[in-house]
């Protein structure tokens, strides 16, 4: 039975950090002011700081539309991020009784925390735990992330963001590649995020159009990657163009499934879900071509910047993050508990999407690849029907807010000194 009179929410961002995480953010503000609730607390640094009592009230932080539209604009987590795993129930049952006290004391009604497949798995057994004590309060997912690998919905907020900015800079460094002669010819590799996904890395050939050729070659994880035909596959383009550029995905691996990037001095850092720090495979392949061909090679990480880079949003992306935040808010608002909001496209042309809500468990630290037959035959490019995919994700701008000729972003005096 849901409580009469509406008290309060709580909100928490987790996972890698998007340029359309804020606006989702906003959205569950908005929607829960608009339907009711007291206040909407925000989490500092996800579950893993409001476990150590870190948390804010929203509302001295988003006090007018201005904020709103800042916070918007603003890049990364405004909240603070984390990548946390929970114990499972059986196995720290104190912890989750320590939880649910906290949320208890704060009277919230509702949770709702912004994430990807990992950051789900909060919403699951926190969910789960809720069954298991009777607690009435509503634990949402709202989805997030770059690498577009949730499953169950069409795609995710911050990929289309993600993908209009590498899109937009690989063209720009296939430009630059026209513009100077280098004798043997010039390779550059820019390796692109996504960890086991190749959603981002396709997105490269968003490039292509009538006053581009795209990236002349396009190697996603989804792929096993053969090095040696990968040098070959660059030989002969160099026999026939003197500026090649090849886009790779920072999670591809040989047949034997070792990460590309962890075939020459690799950084060992694994996070709590076990992920491995993916860097260094533009690198490796930039000096494994230079030694095999003797071209002049340039090794470009996007990195942080593909995620960041708010200066070069997507409409699209922005607006569809504002409204699955409040579709999340409303879900948990009308009693849905241990789901995540999923996006469900009504058409390609005019583009139009819809937003439902799917049961967590099917979700949480589950992969969404991108399918053989969006990939070419030969492995080395992605076909229309991927770019059919993405093209609406990428459309319209969101004009930043521009201050003495940079990007404002959503700053409280003090606010920092949180994180
Ligand atoms: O999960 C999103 C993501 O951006 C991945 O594409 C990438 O592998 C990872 O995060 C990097 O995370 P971090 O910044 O924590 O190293």
Known sequence: MLHKEKRNVIVGQSGGPTAAINSSLAGVYRTARDRGYKKVYGMIHGIQGFMEGRYVDLSEHITNGLD???????????????????????????????????????????????????????????SDYAIVTGSEIRFVGCP????????LTDHTPGFGSAAKYIGTS???????????????GQVVVVEIMGRNAGWLTGSSALSKGEDCDGPDAIYLPELPFDVDAFVEKVKGLLAEKSSVVVCVSEGIRTEEGKYVCELDNYNDYVDAFGHKQLTGTARYLCSLLSKEIGCKTRAIELSTLQRAASHCASRVDILE?????????????????????????????????????????????DERLVPREWITEDG???????????????QGDVAPVMVDGIPRHLYKPGFQELL
């Open 321 to 365: 993050a504002y409204e699955v935040g409040g579709a999340a808010m409303k879900a948990a608002d009308e009693g849905d508990s241990g789901k995540m909001v999923v996006m469900k496209r009504l058409s390609d042309d005019p583009y139009q999407m819809g937003t439902e809500v799917k049961d967590v468990h099917k979700i949480a630290n």
């Open 380 to 394: 080395t490019y992605v076909t229309n029907e991927f770019i059919t995919y993405v093209r609406p994700l990428i």
């Open 144 to 151: 997030k992330t770059i690498d577009n690998d949730l499953a």
């Open 170 to 184: 690989v063209k720009e460094i296939i430009r630059d590649g026209w513009s100077l002669e280098t004798e043997h």
């Open 68 to 126: 709103s539209e800042l916070l918007k604009r603003t890049p990364s987590a405004y909240l603070g991020s984390c990548r946390y795993k929970l114990p499972e129930i059986h196995e720290d049952e104190e912890l989750y009784k320590k939880i649910f006290k906290m949320l208890d004391d704060l009277e919230i009604d509702c949770f709702i925390y912004i994430g990807g497949n990992d950051s789900m798995d909060t919403i699951k057994k926190l």
